[in-house]
């Protein structure tokens, strides 16, 4: 199980500006950013306009620039990196361990089950166990009820030998939330090496990354 909840992408004015100046092509940008009634675009030009409130629209040149370079490699799609993303996930442990080998332009801040693992009661939704088998489910709920067991301990003596309890018990099934900071490039890594992964995790993952605006700059497919 996995859960990517709000997404916000920034960065795409600064992102064409940078892309444009090793050839100093500015005034090719085609590009237009609005904010409420009044648009701009990266050369100063600005005006009126009614028909955007805020946002922006990728110019085609712009774009064919940005296929163009991505196309080229990690090198000249350097661009990639200044459009930033931040996203709510929330995923089972196993799937963070492999998350986590992707530390280059990623940061994150994460529930902290050091200090809050007693907060709730643990139940099965806190667990990803979508594909377990009759008989070890039955074994998760053992699971289950001994973590519970541990946790009123703990409550009720604060002994750390009952916090070790739940600490060395919770299986990596446990579904950890955290807000992630990434850059299209650091996408288009995972993208391009997980999409095909047997965990189901990577292939939700890799549905939410083609839905961001404009992820051909990231997958390389042709958008309808």
Not at 12 to 25: D, K, L, Q, V
Request: aromatic share 12%; with cysteine; hydrophobic share 35%.
């Amino acid at each position: 199980m996995i859960k990517l909840e709000n997404t916000e992408v920034v960065g795409w004015e600064p992102t064409i500006r940078g892309m444009r100046n090793p050839m100093n092509s500015w005034d090719k940008s085609d590009s237009l950013f609005f904010d409420g009634d009044d648009y701009h675009d990266i050369c100063g030009n600005s005006g009126p306009c009614s028909e955007h409130e805020e946002g922006f629209d990728l110019g085609c040149v712009d774009h064919d620039l940005m296929m163009r370079l991505a196309k080229a490699g990690s090198v000249d799609a350097k661009f990639r990196r200044m459009i930033v993303v931040y996203v709510d996930i929330t995923a089972p442990f196993y799937w963070w361990k492999e998350f986590d080998t992707y530390k280059v332009g990623t940061v994150a801040n994460s529930c902290s089950t050091m200090h809050k693992i007693q907060e709730k009661e643990f139940v099965r939704e806190d667990f990803s166990i979508e594909h377990l088998c009759e008989p070890n489910l039955n074994l998760m709920n053992m699971v289950i009820r001994n973590l519970n067991t541990y946790r009123d301990k703990f409550l009720a003596s604060k002994s750390k030998e009952d916090w070790w309890q739940m600490i060395q018990l919770l299986p990596t099934t446990y579904n950890q939330r955290r807000t992630v900071m990434l850059n299209y490039e650091v996408l288009s890594g995972i993208y391009h090496k997980r999409k095909n992964h047997k965990l189901d995790e990577w292939h939700v993952f890799c549905r939410w990354i083609e839905e961001l605006p404009h992820s051909d700059i990231i997958t390389l497919r042709e958008q309808d």
